[in-house]
């Protein structure tokens, strides 16, 4: 899991992923982690 406190920091991920041609799952929180949050990140990683 990574961790972007700046949108500057989150662009310049998102731009090296593009050219990688990767794929991004994005889960936004308010900073407290919950057993929702959990099911996103794996909904995302099997997607």
Avoid: Y
């Avoid at 700046?6 to 799952?25: H, M, N, P, Y």
Wanted: aromatic share 6%.
């Amino acid at each position: 899991m990574l961790v972007f406190k700046t949108i500057d920091e989150t662009c310049k991920f998102v731009s090296q992923a593009r050219e990688l041609d990767q794929t991004i799952g994005f889960v936004p929180t308010m900073g407290a982690l919950h057993p929702g949050h959990l099911e996103l990140m794996c909904r995302a990683k099997k997607e």
